[in-house]
């Protein structure tokens, strides 16, 4: 049934696209995972289709070098017969496609402690988030050149837009614009990984809860972690709020990067406040349905599933310069004050830099 | 060396092994039931452990080791839930009674589970032997280990003169397993909670008998024997790689309707389908193993896929082999219009994936 969702979806984008290279997307992950799970997709992934059809001119020439690590094609016909010429390339795809599904169904593929899929992340989740970054929210990334080519960082990030696009953006703007590809590893609230499918889709993508615990041994195997310490408070606070930053928790995530002498590296994104204008809260359903808050925007609840569609803002994403901690003394992330301190440097580097980012921005959704 | 719980095969294993040691001079080996395998050249001696019996047994042994292999899960034949209670909460503290009493003993070696950890969603990814469990074990085998390391810790705090090991093994797989994990395995079809996949850690019988003899000889030089360790095999499986894996396709369940089934598999005593396991099978757990390779010394010889590996190979094939359906993907690579094999490729792919998801 889902699947029945998805392939008009494929189908409009190549032919759209037919000139340049026909988008084969539609990967066997598409299909092999769960209905519940498209669910989740198919709402963004309806209004990219209109959106990917009216604005094809601009953003074609920063999307082919994405496509060409996505490799996780099956056969796809109609794409065949187009482009004859591209037979040998396809073939390799068919082949690489198939191994893959290979691999999957039999069970023969690796995930890591934290239940961390990189190859369904790489090949499938990757893939069907590229489009809403690209196409949807048309990302802009600065300061790449922040994030270390390796070893352990801690990425904090302001948090808002009522769902957590924010974070997932993230997450593919580092993966696509970084040079060496690194997987953003992120620290999600305790509710993700008591929801179901949202629990399982999470660990998959590499994501784990935001404890001390699993961000010092992430950090220590020498991943990027990413956190938003705001939390609740950042991501449901209302529109009149939108970027001012919230309380960062307790400042936790500072002692842990100084334990671990990882560099913090402040991140400001624009663009997710506007999402889903959160006008009101409704404290009561809420209570009832056991979650922090219940948004009300100008479209949603009123006009059901088609309200939870989020509005097509312009995003950039600024990766700031990092605040290295490799120069305390360990007994240093015992010292309240200097976690007081840090974390408040750090709150007004990513304020500062919203509000210079905010400056620039010609309007919100161009 | 005294040890309990013989009855079982992996006592019974470990028995036999332990007396191939040249440090070991006898074995006693205790059980409320007559084991139905050999024990080797092992001395067997019928009593319950919930008995004071015990003390007078292991006062007549003069043993210095005492491998305490009977806190377990599942009874053994015809028991009743409240016999393996009495006989894991009981019988420990009775042993420990005796030990505490025998001027002998030098060395006790407990047989625990990770179960100690609980299974919830606030938990951190990875346990350590130190992080203390968000949510207690309500009841069940894992409240039966979680009291009796309570028990051990204060013998140990009685007896510092006491070397004490507890291992918590991983759910423990191997050809002969049977365990409650084991038995969920050979069902034809593997009912899982809708919209979670758990991470599962094992461990091979042979290294829990290897674990074991480490843990009840004099350490090696550079290691120490006594404290606390997990034992699990290297890497972690997804529910879901293990049933593509024995090719047994899933039937994904609502959580409250597993939940509500499970009880009612109980109450009719059908099997043993107990919260706990439910909770694993929800939530996974992962246990770090970093004391028992620095520490301990052990590496275990079979990691978390080889141990599973193995136990599949023992079982019926399931109704999906992963050779079938690996085959079934090549044939569709082989042919020579794939454009042709779009239609067969649907068939054969789109059920398992479905299903074990």
Not at chain 2, 178 to 192: E, G, I, K, Q, R
Request: glycine residues 8%; charged residues 20%.
């Amino acid at each position: 049934m889902a699947d029945a969702k998805v392939i008009p979806f494929d189908d409009d984008r190549s032919r759209g696209a037919a000139v340049q290279r026909p988008a084969r997307r539609r990967a066997a992950g598409s299909r092999r995972k769960g209905g519940a799970e498209q669910a989740a997709v198919r709402e963004p992934a309806a209004a990219v289709r209109e959106s990917a059809v009216v604005r094809e001119v601009s953003p074609l020439a920063g999307r082919i070098p994405a496509q060409e690590d996505v490799h996780v094609t099956r056969e796809n016909p109609e794409a065949g017969v187009k482009q004859p010429h591209d037979e040998a390339g396809l073939e390799q795809r068919v082949a690489r496609g198939l191994a893959f599904l290979r691999r999957r169904l039999t069970g023969e593929y690796e995930v890591d402690d934290f239940g961390y899929d990189e190859e369904l992340t790489d090949q499938v989740l990757m893939s069907l988030l590229r489009p809403v970054y690209e196409k949807y929210f048309r990302v802009e990334v600065k300061g790449m050149e922040n994030i270390p080519a390796e070893g352990g960082a801690l990425i904090v990030a302001n948090h808002s837009g009522t769902l957590p696009l924010d974070g997932l953006m993230m997450q593919v703007a580092v993966h696509d614009r970084h040079p060496a590809n690194r997987h953003l590893r992120l620290l999600a609230a305790d509710l993700v990984f008591v929801l179901p499918v949202v629990n399982e889709l999470a660990r998959k993508l590499g994501h784990t809860l935001a404890c001390a615990e699993d961000a010092e041994r992430l950090l220590g195997q020498g991943e990027l972690v990413g956190v938003m310490p705001e939390g609740f408070k950042g991501i449901g606070k209302p529109f009149s709020e939108r970027y001012k930053l919230q309380r960062f928790g307790r400042g936790g995530f500072v002692s842990t990067a100084l334990r671990q002498g990882v560099p913090i590296i402040p991140c400001s994104i624009v663009g997710a406040e506007e999402i889903y204008p959160m006008i009101g809260n409704a404290k009561t359903l809420a209570r009832v349905l056991g979650i922090p808050y219940f948004p009300l925007t100008p479209t949603f609840p009123w006009l059901g599933p088609l309200g939870a569609v989020p509005l097509p803002t312009k995003w950039t994403i600024q990766f700031g310069e990092p605040i290295l901690t490799d120069g305390y003394p360990p007994e240093a992330a015992e010292d309240p004050m200097l976690m007081f301190n840090l974390t408040d440097q750090v709150r007004e580097q990513i304020q500062h830099t919203l509000y210079k980012l905010l400056v620039q921005r010609r309007s919100v959704f161009f | 060396m005294l040890v309990t719980g013989v009855a079982r095969q992996l006592g019974g294993r470990f028995v036999r092994r332990i007396q191939r040691d040249p440090e070991v001079d006898r074995v006693v080996a205790v059980d409320a039931v007559p084991p139905e395998h050999h024990l080797g050249g092992a001395d067997f001696i019928q009593t319950d452990i919930r008995q004071p019996t015990i003390a007078r047994v292991l006062a007549e042994s003069g043993a210095d080791t005492v491998v305490h292999m009977d806190v377990t899960g599942t009874p053994l034949g015809s028991g009743s839930r409240t016999t393996v209670k009495e006989t894991n909460v009981i019988g420990t503290m009775q042993l420990l009674g005796a030990c505490q009493k025998s001027p002998n003993v030098k060395r006790l070696v407990i047989k625990s589970s990770t179960n100690v950890y609980g299974s919830a969603p606030k938990d951190p990814a990875v346990f350590t032997e130190t992080t203390p469990p968000k949510s207690l074990p309500s009841g069940g085998f894992a409240k039966d280990t979680v009291e009796v390391e309570g028990y051990v810790r204060g013998f140990a705090r009685r007896r510092p003169d006491v070397a004490v090991c507890v291992l918590r093994f991983a759910n423990i797989l191997g050809p002969t397993a049977d365990s409650p994990l084991a038995s969920y395995f050979s069902l034809p079809v593997l009912p899982t909670v809708f919209g979670y996949d758990p991470r599962l850690q094992f461990v091979h019988e042979d290294d829990v008998i290897e674990v074991l003899r480490i843990a009840s000889h004099e350490p090696e030089r550079g290691t120490l024997n006594s404290g606390t360790f997990n034992i699990a095999g290297d890497g972690v499986l997804l529910l879901s790689q293990c049933s593509r894996r024995l090719g047994r396709p899933t039937v994904p369940l609502l959580l409250p309707a597993v939940t509500w089934a499970g009880s009612l598999v109980r109450t009719l005593g059908m099997s043993d389908f107990s919260p706990e396991q439910i909770r694993l099978l929800t939530h996974g757990r992962v246990v770090e193993t970093v004391q028992m390779r620095e520490t301990l010394g052990f590496r275990p010889k079979y990691t978390t896929a080889a141990t599973f590996a193995d136990f599949a190979r023992a079982q019926v094939p399931g109704l999906l082999p992963p050779q079938v359906v690996a085959a079934a993907v090549d044939r569709i690579a082989a042919l020579p219009a794939l454009s042709g094999g779009r239609a067969s490729t649907r068939t054969p792919t789109q059920n398992p994936t479905q299903s074990a998801n």
